[in-house]
């Protein structure tokens, strides 16, 4: 496709269960992005990624949150042991090395309950 | 704390008129701008962009002007349809130590009211 593309849509998790969600990045474009976007707030940074290499996981939360994007292109976002405060939607973009513009995909509404 | 702030949660505007979208920011480091809008269960759509060394972008119906000294932006969309209803986030992009991320605002709510 021409866009991100994110999946699940939508994940409800039961506390304490683990979930993995999935970015599919615009081809050819060498930086990925993780947001997180809680309900009536902007997005705010997880992590970042060059190609393979996640060159900043300073927004990740918890030691719960693990990001990888092992081949450069598809990305999956793991938390384990989801809690309450974990759900929100989760938004991630991608863009070219030297584009400042951000494409970002549908993200992913989590709901752990 | 907030680097980057919006603090109006909505505007609402008659068609045909301007919308003006207000955003600060407190970061030095900014040196590039950019303003989304976003659709309810869609992610955000990138609009238009600033870099620090201008004041001033325009895209069709759409301006952003950069004011560096009072770190203000704004965003003049002119004239509003009905279809420009939507949250716009104002986000600067920081970049150091090899990385580089959106910082974004909480948003503004516009309504254009036909």
């Known amino acids: 496709g021409a866009g991100v593309s994110q999946s699940p849509r939508y994940k409800v998790a039961k506390r304490g269960q683990d979930v993995a969600l999935r970015c599919d990045p615009i081809?050819?474009?060498?930086?990925l992005f993780w947001y997180q976007q809680a309900l009536g707030q902007g997005p705010e940074f997880l992590t970042y990624?060059?190609?393979?290499?996640?060159?900043?996981k300073s927004g990740l939360p918890s030691d719960r949150f693990f990001a990888e994007r092992p081949e450069g292109s598809v990305s999956t976002l793991k938390i384990q042991r989801t809690q309450q405060e974990d759900s929100a939607v989760y938004l991630c973009?991608?863009?070219?090395?030297?584009?400042?513009?951000?494409?970002f995909g549908q993200g992913t509404r989590l709901t752990v309950v | 704390d907030q680097q980057v702030k919006q603090n109006s949660p909505s505007l609402s505007v008659q068609e045909g008129r301007i919308s003006i979208l207000n955003c600060d920011y407190t970061?030095?480091?900014?040196?590039?701008f950019l303003w989304y809008k976003k659709y309810p269960a869609e992610g955000p759509t990138f609009l238009i962009s600033?870099?620090?060394?201008?004041d001033k972008n325009e895209d069709g119906r759409f301006t952003v002007f950069l004011n560096k000294s009072a770190k203000h932006l704004s965003l003049h969309i002119v004239p509003s349809q009905p279809g420009d209803s939507a949250v716009y986030f104002c986000?600067?992009?920081?970049?150091?130590?090899?990385?580089?991320?959106?910082?974004f605002g909480k948003g503004t709510k516009l309504t254009v009211n036909p």
């Open positions: 973009a991608s863009s070219t090395q030297a584009n400042t513009e951000a494409f």
């Open positions: 081809s050819g474009h060498v930086s």
């Open positions: 990624f060059q190609n393979e290499a996640q060159l900043d």
């Open positions: 970061n030095s480091m900014f040196d590039y």
């Open positions: 600033i870099s620090s060394i201008k």
């Open positions: 986000a600067a992009l920081l970049t150091q130590g090899g990385s580089e991320k959106l910082v």
